[in-house]
Nanobody, 118 residues
Framework: QVKLMESGGGLVQAGGSLRLSCATS????????MGWYRQAPGKQRELVAT???????IYADSVKGRFTISRDNAKDTVYLQMNSLQPDDTAVYYC????????????WGQGTQVTVSS
């Protein structure tokens, strides 16, 4: 059974930092592209960042320069370092795994809440 378990969410003041982690199990972590999505209340879910098995990254324009995605293949874990957080970053953040042959994520975590106060 494939599992993606996020952790690290919480409440932080504007300008602060958080680091999200996502541990995977039940699937070969190294062959997938990992990603973070988020969904704010009343808004559509949006892509935040992705990282391939080779370490190539893509970021949403809204987080470029503030967020960093990384992965530790030895620990089957992907991270999202979030700096200079703003109230607009408030959302539920989801970890995803996409197989190389898939056009979209195959697996999703349960989500972790990030709340940024002004």
């Amino acid at each position: 059974q494939v599992k993606l378990m996020e952790s690290g969410g919480g409440l932080v003041q504007a300008g602060g930092s958080l680091r999200l982690s996502c541990a995977t199990s039940g699937i070969s972590f190294k062959t997938g592209s990992m990603g973070w999505y988020r969904q704010a209340p009343g808004k559509q879910r949006e892509l935040v960042a992705t990282i391939t098995s080779r370490g190539n990254t893509i970021y949403a324009d809204s987080v470029k320069g503030r967020f960093t995605i990384s992965r530790d293949n030895a620990k089957d874990t992907v991270y999202l370092q979030m700096n200079s957080l703003q109230p607009d970053d408030t959302a539920v953040y989801y970890c995803t795994l996409r197989r190389i042959t898939s056009p979209r994520p195959d697996y999703w975590g349960q989500g972790t809440q990030v709340t940024v106060s002004s």
